[in-house]
């Protein structure tokens, strides 16, 4: 497996295959005696910004800081906990109690629902 | 059975998507300055977008990735974010563009002008979203789009001299207004080949759940229905050199484009031509407020569907209805949404590398399509024509500005 | 591609402040007279609808009193201008009429006006001729 081809930006979902978003980092464990290794996928925050300049990164801090769920930090999933690596990644978790779709859920809280017909789509018809 | 009324849906899709402000707009400017000159730029653009459909399609039905989830994948999010960017800042000046060809469509019908309608136009683009879903915005809206064919009859009417229409199919050099020539060629190219358009069909394919069987199908649909898009487009162009090129009208406001058909369908031809702008910009600024929406929930991972309720993908929604609340600004400032078309059109012909260099590489990386990698013939015929056409937007723009 | 954003301000500036070429003005005259000509011949065969064609005549007429006051200032010498701006005047009062006399739904006289626009639209086109091409 290579991690930056097959890890690295893949889609995550959890053990009921709700999506959590996308693997925006990951972090690694460099000890003195042992191999490196990975412990643990980074999900959001400013981790995914950094990638691109600091300065987004910041941006991105300081931007969470001021509004949305406060939570600047990366929400942090340890490899133990993942299950396949495949065309998406397949993580032992429950989404909603990781953190990782917070801004989903206080988007669709504070904003959406507030918004008349946001729960009653006609079902799909399926195709 | 089945495939059949598949197929057909999928055709008057693209016919939908195909056809908007930008390729109308643009097809009459270059009939009208032109003749027949130009429409050569209409049939390459339409031969490359068929390739590129088709492979949107092949790429959603074997991978079942969408172009923009494979492209944060392969490429990695620094450069997934550039062309992210790119995409959704063209995108939205061609979303102001469709908004306002609605506007003034309503304006040519009802007198009102078309600030006045900038509120009432966006909040129905938004409540089909909202509520709509992705088989009734996908079918219903193109459906209507259908009545855009009386632009065939207007052409046919008129008797257009075949043998000098074939002509205009093989490309040749202007002899004066060099520089508008390629400026219009571009903007042709560019209003054919709507990156928007690949981003919406590649997504409508995997709503749909697409798998490989699908393969012949994409083709037959990428093949029939951009081909009959691009007919329309010519029609469009051929109407337009037959009834404003020997007047002299240059058509620079939406006013003077109402008059296309009045000559050869007397008593139907104006509002036909307000019913299919104010259709075909209805259809493309539901594509366009989707793919953008699409394409930021597909590279963050967010959820996506439009077939979901609103609450269950937040995100996704509050990204569409921000665009949509963006898009009526312009518009009701009274900005002229001709002026914003033109700009749209010739800079998206200068975005496309952006969009289509990755894509074309994605299409031949066995790991997304294992044996149904591109081949040859369509990596040529893409490559060759966008990347002439960046050279020539790069070199005509400025000319256009500075009125070479 | 990262200088796009200053390339879309820079290209909506340029569009906005080019200036035009006497010889590109004669051109947008020639097609606004056309324009009116073509609206005023399909309104008196019932093909356009009153406010439209009202609105498009209008329009005609602004648009035409913008460019003939950029136009007059920025002649080339040869040209006989003060015989353009009294057509150009001429067909801007006749432009005003036709749009009142659509208002009272005046084909008669609608059409007189309409023709005399034609003349005046030769005229314009004969001065435009005589202009030293660029």
């Known amino acids: ?127 | 059975m089945k495939k059949i009324l598949q197929i057909s849906l999928g055709i008057v899709t693209s016919v939908g998507g195909f056809l908007e402000i930008g390729s109308v707009t643009t097809a009459m400017q270059a009939g009208a300055s032109f003749g027949y000159q130009l429409l050569w730029t209409l049939l390459l653009g339409t031969i490359c977008l068929i390739f590129l459909v088709e492979m949107s399609g092949r790429l959603a039905a074997v991978s079942k990735h969408t172009i923009v989830e494979a492209t944060r994948e392969r490429f990695g999010f620094p450069f997934f974010f550039i062309v992210l960017v790119g995409m959704a800042l063209v995108s939205f000046l061609v979303l102001v563009a469709e908004l306002g060809g609605i506007g003034l469509s309503l304006q040519i019908l009802t007198g009102i002008g078309f600030p006045w309608w900038a509120i009432p136009v966006s909040f129905a683009v938004w409540l089909m979203m909202w509520k709509g879903t992705f088989g009734l915005i996908e079918n219903g809206a193109s459906m209507l789009g259908l009545v855009t064919i009386s632009f065939v009859v207007a052409a046919l009417r008129l008797h257009p001299d075949w043998s000098s229409t074939a002509h205009g199919l093989l490309p040749t050099f202007p002899i004066d207004k060099k520089a508008n020539y390629w400026f219009m060629a571009v903007s042709i190219i560019g209003a054919s080949i709507s990156p928007y358009l690949m981003y919406f069909y590649s997504s409508g394919a995997i709503e749909d759940d697409w798998d490989e069987t699908y393969i012949p199908i994409n083709r037959v649909i990428a093949g029939l229905g951009m081909s009959f898009g691009g007919f329309l487009s010519m029609a469009v162009l051929i109407v337009a050199a037959l009834v404003f090129h020997p007047r002299g009208i240059d058509v620079q406001k939406f006013e003077q484009a109402s008059l296309l058909m009045t000559t050869a369908l007397p008593k139907w031809g104006f509002t036909l031509f307000a019913l299919s702008m104010l259709f075909a910009c209805f259809g493309a600024a539901l594509e366009i407020s989707l793919a953008i929406a699409y394409f930021f929930a597909q590279g963050f991972g967010w959820n996506w569907s439009e077939d979901l309720t609103p609450s269950k993908d937040a995100r996704f929604c509050l990204t569409y209805t921000l665009i949509i609340v963006l898009g009526a600004i312009p518009l009701l400032l009274g900005i002229d949404p001709i002026k914003v078309t033109v700009i749209s059109m010739a800079l998206t012909a200068v975005a496309l590398p952006l969009a289509i260099v990755p894509f074309l590489f994605l299409m031949n990386d066995p790991i997304y399509l294992g044996k149904h990698r591109n081949g040859w013939l369509s990596n040529t015929v893409v490559a060759i024509v966008i990347l002439i056409s960046f050279v020539v937007a790069i070199i005509a723009i400025p000319l256009e500005i500075i009125g070479g | 591609m990262r200088p796009k954003r200053p390339l879309v301000i820079a290209i909506v500036l340029l569009v906005a402040c080019k200036p035009p070429t006497p010889a590109q003005q004669m051109d947008s005259i020639q097609s606004w007279l056309a324009t009116a000509e073509m609206v005023g011949q399909a309104w008196l065969r019932h093909t356009t609808p009153d406010k439209y064609s009202r609105q498009t005549l209008e329009l005609s007429r602004e648009t035409l009193a913008q460019i003939s006051s950029d136009l007059l200032a920025s002649l080339p010498p040869a040209t006989d201008s003060a015989k353009l701006d009294a057509v150009l005047l001429r067909s801007r009062v006749r432009l005003d009429q036709m749009a009142r006399l659509i208002e009272s739904k005046n084909s008669p006289d609608f059409r007189r006006q309409l023709d005399s626009l034609a003349a005046d639209k030769k005229i314009v086109e004969q001065i435009s001729d005589g202009m030293p091409k660029q």
């Open chain 1, 1 to 127: 497996m290579r991690l930056v081809r097959d890890v690295l930006d893949k889609e995550l979902f959890d053990r009921e295959e709700e999506p959590m978003g996308r693997v925006d980092g990951l972090i690694m464990h460099v000890g003195k005696s042992s191999q490196p290794r990975i412990t643990h996928i980074a999900i959001g925050g400013s981790t995914l910004w950094d990638r691109v300049h600091p300065f987004f990164g910041r941006l991105s801090r300081r931007m969470s800081r001021w509004w949305g769920p406060k939570r600047d930090d990366a929400v942090r999933i340890p490899w133990s906990r993942v299950i396949t690596v495949g065309r998406d990644i397949k993580l032992d978790v429950e989404a909603k109690k990781t953190g990782a779709i917070d801004w989903e859920l206080w988007i669709a809280h504070h904003i959406i629902e507030r918004i008349p017909g946001s729960g009653d789509k006609e079902a799909g018809d399926g195709n």
